[in-house]
Structure formats: C-alpha cells, structure tokens
C-alpha cells in the first residue's frame, strides 16, 4: 500500500485519467498494431511464401551469389552491401552507396536483388533511394503497412515518431501514476468478482488486467518511447552538442565498423567460412550481413545472428574482408562493451519479446493484448461514468467507434493487399486506402446507431466475418493451400489461417451476447480503488 | 503586496509549465547530459544514456511540474535546470 497526502493522490489519479483519456485513442492504435507487428515475420511467410521452406537465412551459395550480382551493379554500389531474410525465406542483397537525398538529409541509394536461396534465382530487382525501393517491395507489405501505424500513424517524418513518443510517454505516465494511486496494490491483483454485477465485474477486469500489466505497460511505454525519440530528438540534439550537427558523424561512432582506408583492389574472402565461423562462436543463427567496401582492400564483413538462448544484447562479429579472419566480436555501439551499449541493447527483446522465439513472442501478444485490453476498457468506463454531460457522451461514441472499428479496418487492409498483390500501386498504399475506406465507413455505421451495445455487437460482427474471409481471400488470389503448405513445411500458413478462423470465431460469439445495461449514476469511480475514491 | 499570479492566469501558467516548458527543459537536460556524462571506456556513454534516459527525464519534469503545488518553484527548478544545462552546452560549443 502506497500511503500518499489526499491531495496528491487526487491530482495523480487525474492526471491518470487524462493522459489516457485524452491520448487514449491514439495509443490504443499504436499497441493493437504492436501487438500484430509481434508476429511481422511469421505474418510476412504467411502471406507472401515461397512454394517451399527455407531453412536456414544464408545457404550454401551466398558467397557465389554476391560475387555474380556484384557484377550487375554500378560499382559505386559496392560501397556497402546489406544481406538480410525476407518474407517467405526470400534473400534481399542491397548494393547501396550512402549519398545525400533531394531534401538534402543523408540516405541510402542503390540496387536491390530478392532471390530465392533454393534456386539463387533473382525474383525482383529494385532501385533508387532507400523509400523508392520500399515502395516497391511487395512480399512484406502486409507487416509493413502494421509496422508504419505502430511507429509513425502514417504521418509524415519526423512528426510521426515524436506524436508516438509522446503517447508512449503518456503510457507511461498513465503506469507511473497507476501504481502511485493504488490503495491496494496486492489485493487488486486477486480480486476478481464474476457474479451477476455488470458494473463490478467490468471494473474488476480493468483493474486486475491493468495492475498485472503494470510491469509489462511501463517496460513497453519506456523502450517505445525510446525508440521514437532516439531518431526524432535524441541522435539530432546530441549531433548538434558533440559533432557540430553532423549526425552522419555521430552515427559512424556509435555504428562504424571501417577499417583504415585503403582503395586498392583486393578479392573478397569467402563469406560462407566467415559463416560458419559465426555459428561455431555465437551457438546461433546468422540473420544480417552486411560487407563495406567490397572488392578493396579494406574491405570488413560485419555478421548478427538471432539472440543466442543466454544472451539478451546482440553482438556483431566483425571480419577482415580480405583474410576472412575475425577482427572482433563488437557490441550494439562502440567497439568495446560498455553500459550505454548494454542499455541500447537491452531494448530490443524487451519491446519486440524476440529473445526466446516464438514462446517469448507469444508471451508478449498476450500481454499486448491484455494492454489493448485495459487501454480500451478504461476509456469506456470513464466516459460511461460521465455519460450525464453529452459531450463525454459523445466521447464515449467515439470510443466504441476506435475501440470495435480500428480491428474491422486492420483486417480489411490486408484483402487490398492480397487483391491488388500484381499492381503497381505501392503494398502499403492500397492498405492505407483500404484501412481508410473501412474506417470512414466504420464512422458512418457508429454515427447510425444510436445504442452503443449495439454498435458494439455490429462492428465486432463485422469483424469476425472479416477474419473468417481472409484465409479464403488468400487462397482465392493464389495463395498456398493447407496441403501444399503443410507438405513443404510452411507451418506459418495454416498457423496463421487456423489463428484468423479462430478469433474469428470469437469475434462473432462475442457480438451474440448483449452486454448487461449499467445506470450511469450507479457506475460510480471507475478504475482503480484510490484513497481519493473512498475520501 | 501579493506576488502570485492573478487566479485565471494560474492554469494557463500550469499548462505552459507542465507542457512545453517540461519538454523543453528534458531536452536541454539530454542535450547537456552529452557533455557532463563521463564518456566510458568505448567513449560512448555519454552519447547515448542521455538517449536512454530521455523518456525517463519528462516523465519526470512532467510528473514534478504537474504535482508541485508551488508554481513559483516549480518554475524556478525548470529553470535552473534549464540555466545550469545551456550554459555547458554553450561552454563546450564554444571552446
């Protein structure tokens, strides 16, 4: 129990209740797509495989295959070369030089090939600058389009990355202040009364899914806020103290791993040695390669693996690209470890929850959604509290209609996706529009039905529908089936499909039950049990 | 003589306090902390536990600004924080 001044207490609990009011909307939007974006990978295989599995990111055959497309590109594009694993076990090779945008920022231009490792057979070639060629990558589109409204809400850079900073700020000062204003932190943790009450089993389940997801909320607010304000703020202000503005500067001395320089001709060594070297040193698998200044003799082959099962921050193992011999294994900044590194590091699995595979990410969907889950339940109870005043009536509409209409439009991106897969129009664009479509007409339906309990029932039908179309929708736009998935050992397809028809179903049992009617006047304080409640 | 703001200015004070003038001083803050953070061994740190921090730092200008009771001294901390910070960002730039 936290024993705090009335006073305080009182100014805490508004603040936890404006920030989420007010922010709520948004950063409900931001943690349901988070929640998704969990799964980018397995999402992407799903919808976009290859007609069989691909084991391993780097087969046998890399190091031919970089040395021949090499030979494909401009030779200025050698001054880096980014290898890392696609959608469906694809293999994307980056040839980029980096250079300075129209707009006068630095970025990245060149050419990049999509092959298949079985086959080494390139399955598309992209060009331009670094935005270009991901308008034109089609495979991943589906996780692309769920990662943009996580990170940025679409909105243009760099607004989109402070506005979802700020909300992770809000989330954790709607986290901070819940734990302040608990009265009884331990007992809300057990307390659960499912009897005939509406009103307190509502409050009971905000309550018990909010004070367990405490730990999880305020580790998820704080690596999320990190990373939107590293780029948007962080890097350009201590650019501007330490190197004069110059954040190309700032960034080699956190990243670089360049060796003195020396433009003389020199082979590369083979990459499949350096490889195998890896694994043998770090017990996991290789995921990224990036080599600089190939074909020179100053050439370095920079390898990260996937998380080794006791390790939580990466490593990158850097090579001498002429010799092949290990230069060192360096840590995520700087060439030698360090606590800043170690932090840095440290972010990653806590906000992707990548570091135990697919259990830890399971783990992580289910706290997410648990978060999803009080996100929206707390707006509700705090605008039906007030729901005598109509303009917290008309709040509480809007709520309904974020809360039950953001699933319906998320589902219905990706059927523009599948439909439109052949088109030139960019995967995330026919998303957007589709995304926007739904949610104009999700408005129009919320607008039409004046009781909430209803449009709560239609928008959740809806989605259901929508989940159970969307594996018929892929297969009917020449999506793999079962069978053919199953025996290749694509295990996301059915996975995926089985997970969709499920919650689906869900959706739909859960539309059926019309939710017990509670007098505004008797809902009484809404979230938590608070000194200032019972004063 | 009463030094206090008039009563209606007083919420519109505590906005500006608790909304831009936070952020702002979280940001000099993170700014100046790459100057007074010792550097490590990988020279490093000082570069990017400001970063690291930085959600931390407005959560907690925010939280004080919106909890001191005294907009005085809540105005005045800001302050200080802000003074003491800008003027190592402006030593180290200019020497």
Not at chain 1, 3 to 32: E, F, N, R
Not at chain 1, 118 to 136: H, S, V, Y
Not at chain 1, 462 to 471: E, I, K, R, S
Not at chain 1, 487 to 501: E, K, N
Request: charged share 15%.
């Amino acid at each position: 129990m936290i024993k705090l001044p009335q006073s305080d207490t009182k100014a805490l609990l508004a603040i936890h209740g404006w920030s989420g009011v007010l922010l709520g909307l948004l950063l409900y939007v931001v943690i349901c797509t988070g929640v998704a974006a969990v799964f980018a990978e397995e999402i992407n295989d799903w919808a976009s495989p290859l007609p069989h599995a691909n084991a391993h990111a780097f087969p046998a055959g890399i190091d031919a295959a970089t040395r021949r497309l090499a030979t494909q590109v401009d030779p200025q594009f050698h001054e880096e070369i980014a290898m890392f694993r696609s959608a469906g076990g694809r293999l994307n090779l980056r040839y980029h030089l980096h250079d300075t945008m129209p707009n006068g920022k630095p970025g990245e231009r060149g050419v990049e090939f999509e092959v298949d490792p079985a086959t080494w057979q390139p399955l598309a070639t992209r060009k331009g600058w670094d935005d270009e060629i991901a308008d034109q990558t089609k495979p991943s589109g589906v996780a692309a389009f769920l990662i943009n409204l996580h990170v940025r809400l679409h909105i243009p850079e760099p607004w989109g990355l402070f506005v979802t900073g700020v909300l992770g700020l809000a989330m954790m000062i709607a986290a901070v202040t819940g734990i302040l204003v608990h009265r009884h932190l331990l007992a809300d943790l057990f307390t659960l009364r499912l009897g005939r009450d509406a009103l307190l089993k509502r409050r009971d389940l905000h309550v018990v899914a909010g004070s367990w997801n405490l730990p999880f909320a305020l580790i998820l607010a704080f690596t999320g806020s990190f990373f939107s304000f590293a780029s948007s703020v962080g890097l350009p202000a201590i650019a501007m103290v330490t190197f004069g503005g110059d954040q190309a500067a700032l960034i080699d001395t956190l990243y670089s791993t360049a060796r003195p320089e020396n433009k003389a001709p020199a082979p590369l060594a083979n990459i499949e040695a350096m490889l195998a070297d890896v694994r043998h040193r770090n017990h996991a698998e290789p995921n990224y390669i990036s080599v600089s200044h190939y074909g020179r003799a100053d050439a370095t082959v920079s390898i990260n693996t996937v998380l080794p099962g006791d390790e939580l921050v990466y490593s990158t193992f850097v090579y001498d690209g002429t010799t092949g011999a290990l230069i060192r294994e360096q840590p995520p900044l700087g060439k030698v470890p360090s606590m800043g590194a170690s932090l840095v590091g440290i972010m990653y699995p806590l906000h992707f929850g990548n570091f135990a595979g697919l259990a830890s990410k399971t783990v992580w969907v289910a706290l997410g959604t648990a978060a999803a889950y009080v996100s929206l339940t707390g707006m509700l109870l705090w605008t039906r509290r007030r729901e005598e005043q109509l303009a917290w009536r008309r709040m509480s509409r809007v709520v309904h209609y974020v809360g039950y209409g953001l699933p319906l439009a998320l589902v219905c991106a990706p059927y523009a996706f599948f439909a439109l897969r052949s088109s030139d129009v960019p995967a995330i664009t026919v998303q957007d529009i589709a995304f926007l479509v739904v949610s104009a007409a999700a408005a129009v339906i919320a607008f039409a039905i004046q009781d909430l309990d209803r449009l709560r029932r239609v928008l959740l039908g809806c989605t259901g529908v929508m989940l159970l179309g969307l594996p018929v929708m892929r297969i009917a736009t020449g999506g793999l089936g079962w069978a053919d998935a199953w025996s290749a050992g694509i295990g996301a397809v059915p996975v995926v499909d089985i997970a969709l028809l499920a919650f689906g179903f869900i959706c739909l049992w859960t539309a059926r039950a019309r939710q017990a009617r509670v007098p505004a006047a008797a809902e009484g304080p809404a979230a938590i049990s608070t000194e200032a409640h019972s004063a | 003589m009463n030094a206090a703001p008039p009563h209606r200015l007083r919420p519109w004070l505590r906005g500006v306090l608790v909304g831009p003038v936070s952020l702002i001083v979280a940001s000099l803050v993170m700014a100046g902390g790459a100057v007074w953070l010792p550097e490590g061994d990988a020279k490093v740190n000082n570069l990017v536990l400001p970063v690291v921090l930085f959600p931390l730092l407005w959560t907690a200008t925010f939280l004080y600004t919106c909890l001191d009771k005294k907009l005085a001294r809540a105005y005045a901390v800001m302050g200080a924080l802000s003074a003491v910070n800008a003027a190592l960002i402006a030593w180290h730039l200019m020497t």
